[in-house]
């Protein structure tokens, strides 16, 4: 198997493994970043809401799509972050620096395979999660689509295209930045542990991926989170002034969402975030770190 197929493999593993793991904590934040200032008081308010209302099995609605995407989104992103990668690693050697194969990446390297790895991923991304929304905070007694491949026909038959990547510019804003510092985060913990125990990278205890990956997520977070709030609300919104369109671009979104709730809807949803985040994160790098190893047998 070519080292590209590695990678895009492992990263599915990863990626599936992120879905099952975080999507209860993803709904409740969506609902909360969504819904109307004063609706929930808080997390735990809005999740028995959930379950009181709509029953267990709400928590994982809209799964499908995320695990069929998510896993090829994570598959992408990290295909991407190995390639490039990989490619500074053939420059580093070339130029003599970076150790033996020149695998020791500069900080700005890692951030911009980051950033490639993001860009990438959100291609994809984009439209997955503009679904998985949709879905997400629609009326469980009335709802508008009967799943995403319905979602994804009606939106397109009614707007083509570009009502199927509505939110597109901030997403790309969010996953550029937000994986350039999550995968910069990641990987010079691994760097920093090889370095202190003279080790290679598929030696280091399982548990240290995951609890790296649980690091790397906390700081993408504290980077993006106003980013993601106005994605959400950018991709629930009306496609027309006809159907309820309240934001007419992202700067248009960012300003009438400050006027109207003040600073704190952009951390609105915060609190299930961080919850998931150590939880989804360290699960997506343990898959991906333990399919490699596998695979490299």
């Known amino acids: 198997m ?40 808080g997390m735990v308010h809005c999740a028995g809401g959930i379950l009181k209302n709509e029953g267990p099995l709400a928590f994982y609605k809209g799964t499908l799509t995320p695990l ?4 090829l989104c994570v598959s992408i992103q990290f295909g991407a972050l190995e390639y490039t990668k990989r490619l500074f690693a053939s420059q580093n ?17 890692l951030f911009s395979a980051g950033v490639s790895a993001g860009l990438a991923n959100g291609v994809v991304s984009g439209p997955v999660e503009h679904i998985r ?20 026909k009606k939106i397109y038959s009614a707007h083509g295209i570009k009502g199927i990547y509505k939110g597109q510019a901030v997403t790309l804003m969010r996953e550029s930045t937000g994986y350039g510092v999550y995968f910069l ?33 906390y700081a993408l977070w504290a980077v993006i989170y106003p980013i993601d709030m106005i994605k959400s ?32 809807a952009f951390t609105r949803g915060l609190g299930p975030t961080l919850i998931r985040s150590p939880f989804a994160n360290g699960a997506t790098f343990l898959g991906f770190e333990m399919a490699m190893r596998v695979l490299d047998r």
Not at 3 to 27: H, N, R, S
């Open 93 to 109: 050697e070339a130029r003599g620096i970076g150790g033996p194969g020149g695998k020791i990446l500069t900080e700005t390297q």
């Open 233 to 264: 609300r950018m991709q629930t919104d009306g496609f027309t002034p006809s159907t309820g369109q309240k934001y007419a671009s992202t700067w248009d979104c960012v300003r009438k969402v400050w006027r109207a709730e003040g600073i704190g």
């Open 133 to 152: 929304i949709r879905l997400q905070t629609q009326s469980n007694t009335n709802p508008t689509y009967n799943g995403p491949w319905d979602a994804i």
């Open 68 to 71: 069929l995407g998510i896993g």
């Open 2 to 41: 070519s080292k590209t197929a590695k990678d895009l493999t492992a990263g599915t593993v990863g990626g599936i493994a992120q879905v099952l793991v975080g999507q209860p904590f993803d709904i409740v934040k969506v609902r909360m970043q969504t819904a109307p200032k004063g609706t929930y008081t």
């Open 185 to 217: 985060a990641y990987e010079k913990l691994v760097q920093r542990e090889m370095a202190k125990k003279g080790i290679k990278r598929d030696q280091i205890n399982p548990m240290n991926s995951v609890i790296y990956g649980a690091a790397a997520g």
